[in-house]
């Protein structure tokens, strides 16, 4: 990847292929990969530096990468970022399903359907409005307080709804974007030919609209995998929840850098993933222009 | 216009009136067209040639004046304009095939979601049209891949394939490089050959000339003049039906 690929993030694609930022100079640049190479080791030398030369870091380091803590709490951990890992995929799959939904009902046209636009805008405000952690706690907490019974009272269900509702409303956003973007001619050509507005929807809009914003919704559901550690607050034992108590019992910080680092393995790979979609749509679009 | 088929014409447009905003783009167009007739629309760019075909398949809603097609008026309130359109196929100047779709799959969207005809119906029929206009290798590539005068050809089949009454065809030839045009003008002769009741908007004065059964010179949104062919370009008799295909000529484009 370093050197060929898209450098940083995905989220604004470069104008044309030429302009693409790169990483680091072009291999062929001798001259500039030397500059990178010294300049490189003359940054992370002070750093480096000026960190281990200051007067704490001996304690800092035992406290924060202690090899002994991490072995010991890593599988711990580890098995309860699972947890982590069911809610998430439940939430992504269950968001795609409902901010399409929410995104198509914004897209109706026609003074009838008013309400349905104004209830589902009204959504969208809302849960974008809202702090997670506070759906989170108020759902979490507050539902089952209200004891109805046929309700469940299962922190991880309560949780899994709270991210749902919330990344529905962001991601129904990204769909509506993706949609505004398909030429009014195309729907024209299948009305044309007698496809009612949903069927238009169906075969021609969503699955050229869709195609568009795969990059945006991964980078949604990045912040969405991240924002499972807030469901912590329900007492879930999640990763974030098995750090603190390791934490607790170790007087020790180096398991919070072991959740760092599950994150970090975790989104690094996406993040490139992204970078690598957006390059290949470029690639494809330019193709396409001749 | 007075044999038996021409007791309910295939279209019928009388007082139409269509603006968009202040600008009064139609200010009534009356037109009847009989089955199996051709007529072509000229008029400079901005007289209402494309707005009247996009009303006729009731893309544009209409503001005054009705449009009946074989009888049946389709500006009337609360008509299923879905069954309407069914019956009325467009092509348009920027041909608007769906590009994440098959050269087939965009011939046979219509056929099989609106027809609710059988797959393997919709793909035989789309490979026989496919292969009676020269397409035929063409059937499994996408838009992207095709010349612009391979992707109106499509663009026309999928009308086709709907089995319309009346075909418009909007200024289809206009977005293509000359060397392209004469490859879809020749589709567009042999339906008029099969008897294809055919509404064109054209700036193909020469083509006009030879495939209209009536040609109507349109100019601020009315029908000033028409007749057959002969008598429009050969002696039109209102001055600005002369003014423009003066121009016609002096750009050496008839």
């Given amino acids: 990847m370093i050197g060929s690929g898209p450098a940083e993030s995905g989220s604004i694609p470069p104008l044309g292929g030429s302009r693409r930022s790169r990483l680091l100079p072009a291999p062929q640049d001798r001259r500039g990969l ?90 969208v405000d809302l849960f974008r409005a809202l702090p997670g952690i506070l759906v989170i706690s108020v759902l979490g907490f507050g539902i089952p307080a209200l004891r109805i019974e046929w309700l469940p009272t299962d922190e991880f269900f309560w949780a899994l709804v709270a991210l749902t509702l919330l990344y529905s409303a962001y991601v129904s956003e990204v769909y509506r974007a993706g949609i505004n973007s398909i030429h009014p001619s195309q729907v024209a050509a299948a009305r044309s030919l007698g496809l009612s507005q949903l069927q238009a929807m169906r075969f021609v809009v969503i699955p050229q609209a869709v195609r568009r914003v795969i990059p945006p919704l991964l980078n949604d559901f990045i912040g969405l995998q991240k924002d499972t550690a807030l469901v912590s607050i329900l007492g879930v034992v999640e990763i974030f929840r098995a750090a603190q108590i390791r934490q607790a019992a170790t007087f020790n910080s180096t398991p919070y850098v072991i959740t760092a680092v599950i994150f970090v393995l975790l989104t690094v790979p996406m993040a490139r993933f992204v970078d690598w979609l957006v390059a290949r749509d470029q690639r494809r679009a330019s193709a396409a222009a001749r | ?65 009705r449009i009946v097609v074989e009888g ?83 663009a026309i089949i999928r009308a086709l394939a709907m089995e319309p009454d009346l075909l418009l065809l909007d200024e289809v030839t206009s977005a293509l490089d000359p060397e392209l045009i004469a490859e879809v003008l020749e589709i567009i002769r042999e339906l008029a050959g099969q008897g294809m009741t055919m509404v064109i908007a054209t700036h193909e004065m020469g083509f006009a000339r030879d495939i209209a059964d009536r040609v109507c010179f349109l100019d601020g949104g009315v029908i000033l003049e028409q007749g057959p062919p002969e008598r429009i370009f050969g002696a039109p008799e209102q001055p600005r039906t002369r003014q423009f295909l003066a121009r016609i000529v002096a750009a050496g484009r008839l």
């Fill in chain 1, 34 to 123: 030397l500059i990178a190479v010294v300049s490189s080791v003359v940054v992370f030398g002070v750093i480096g530096y000026v960190i281990a030369t200051s007067p704490g870091w001996p304690r800092f380091r035992d406290s924060f990468f202690s090899a002994e803590v991490f072995a010991e709490s890593w599988p711990r951990i580890a098995r309860a970022f699972w947890v982590n890992v069911r809610l998430f995929l439940s939430a992504e799959v269950l968001v795609l399903i409902l901010a399409l939904v929410l995104a198509v009902l914004r897209s109706l046209p026609g003074a009838v359907m008013f309400p349905v636009r104004l209830l589902a805008t009204a959504y």
């Fill in chain 2, 72 to 154: 049946e008026e389709i500006t009337a309130r609360g008509v299923d304009v879905d069954r309407i359109r069914r019956r009325i196929g467009i092509v348009f100047q920027a041909f608007n095939l769906f590009p994440h779709m098959s050269v087939l799959g965009n011939i046979t969207l219509g056929p099989i979601h609106v027809l609710r005809r059988p797959r393997a119906e919709a793909d035989a029929q789309a490979t026989a049209l496919l292969a009676r206009f020269g397409l035929a290798d063409k059937r499994d590539d996408y838009p992207d891949r095709l010349s612009g005068g391979q992707q109106q050809r499509v």
């Fill in chain 2, 1 to 65: 216009m007075t044999g038996p088929t021409s007791v309910v014409p295939a279209l019928r447009i009388e007082g139409l009136h269509k603006a968009f905003g202040n600008l009064q783009v139609l200010r009534g167009i009356d037109l009847a067209v009989a089955e199996h007739e051709v007529v072509c629309l000229i008029g400079a760019s901005g007289s209402g040639k494309s707005t009247l075909l996009r009303c006729v398949n009731l893309i544009e809603p209409v503001e005054a004046g």
